[in-house]
């Protein structure tokens, strides 16, 4: 069901009562997937893993069970990110290498590249918001000459 998840993770906080709708989408695309691919798993299983994502408890459930159940859950969400990552970003995004920056995390393959005027306005938005941030272009806005000079 992990390696089933069409996003890099839900937002399920330890003080959730309730999971999110985009969230419930997500788990229960996940588990519709996992059966397509694992006909032979009894769907029990994935029922039950279900379950437990979204917070459904058995009636009479104690808080212990309770807070185990959660503690799985938020734990499930710190695995789904890697996962998808390794999936998509490290194999189907660098098999296609016309312009590698555009598969990095964020990236958009179908997107490649910005115009100069476009990385200016970025350049200049970063600087205004962000002026000791850590990426080597956050100071260096066109109309100020490039860093070192």
């Known amino acids: 069901m992990i390696a089933c998840f069409p996003v890099y993770r839900t937002y399920i906080r330890p003080t959730t009562q309730e999971v999110r ?55 499930f969400q710190q695995v789904t990110g890697p996962v998808m990552a390794k999936g998509l970003e490290d194999t189907a995004l660098y098999r296609w290498h016309p312009l590698v920056s555009v598969n990095e995390v964020g990236g958009d393959p179908s997107q490649p590249g910005a115009t100069a005027a476009r990385f200016d306005r970025a350049s200049a938005e970063r600087l205004a918001q962000w002026p000791h941030a850590m990426l080597a272009t956050a100071n260096w806005p066109p109309d100020r000459g490039s860093p070192g000079r």
């Open 21 to 75: 709708d985009e969230d419930r989408r997500q788990i229960l695309a996940a588990v519709r997937a996992a059966r397509r691919r694992n006909l032979a798993m009894s769907p029990t299983l994935l029922d039950f893993l279900a379950s437990v994502l979204l917070l459904k408890y058995p009636e009479g459930l104690a808080e212990e069970a309770r807070r185990e159940r959660l503690q799985f859950v938020l734990k």
